[in-house]
């Protein structure tokens, strides 16, 4: 079950990189996590990628199509 919520953590996290200005710190805070590392952990075990770098790669991705 913890899985599954910090899942849904992490694509709340998704998003919010993707359509607010915020920073990551504050992101992260927002959907839950105490700790900046652990959720930059998560997310890249999540996405295979960092968040700093997440906005970049599907930006990329989406105008490659």
Known sequence: ITAFIRSIRLKKAAYLILTEDLNLNQISYEVGFNDYKY??????????CLPS?????????????
């Not at 959720?39 to 295979?48: G, L, Y």
């Not at 997440?54 to 490659?64: A, G, H």
């Open 39 to 48: 959720f930059r952990i998560s997310f890249k075990n999540q996405f295979d």
């Open 53 to 65: 770098d997440y906005k970049n790669i599907v930006l990329e991705n989406k105008n490659n199509l």
